[in-house]
Nanobody, 122 residues
């Protein structure tokens, strides 16, 4: 059974940093475009960042550009999200997801993790 498991969330003060990890099992990460999404209560899940199969291309939502970095280690079957200069508005549950599409929309991600909570205090 294909599975993604996020870790690394927690409570951090504004301006601080966190690194999220997403470990894949029964799923060869190198065959998937990977993405990070986040969701706050009462709101739709939103795109944060994505990375191509070979890590040659990365995409970010405007609000995190210059602060977040998505990366992948296909040998370790793990996806990362380095988050710097965190703001209270970054508070959300963060999810990783995998897609077989080359330029996926959110609906094209078929495998999702269970999420990890990130809370940024002001």
């Amino acid at each position: 059974q294909r599975q993604l498991v996020e870790s690394g969330g927690g409570l951090v003060q504004a301006g601080g940093s966190l690194t999220l990890s997403c470990a894949a099992s029964a799923l060869t990460l190198s065959k998937y475009v990977m993405g990070w999404f986040r969701q706050t209560p009462g709101n739709k899940r939103e795109f944060v960042a994505s990375i191509s199969w070979s890590a040659g291309s990365t995409y970010y939502t405007d609000s995190v550009k210059g602060r977040f970095t998505i990366s992948r280690d296909n040998a370790k079957n793990t996806l990362y999200l380095q988050m710097n200069s965190l703001k209270p508005e970054d508070t959300a549950v963060y999810y990783c997801a995998a897609s077989t599409f080359s330029r996926p929309t959110q609906n094209d991600y078929a495998t999702w993790g269970q999420g990890t909570q990130v809370t940024v205090s002001s």
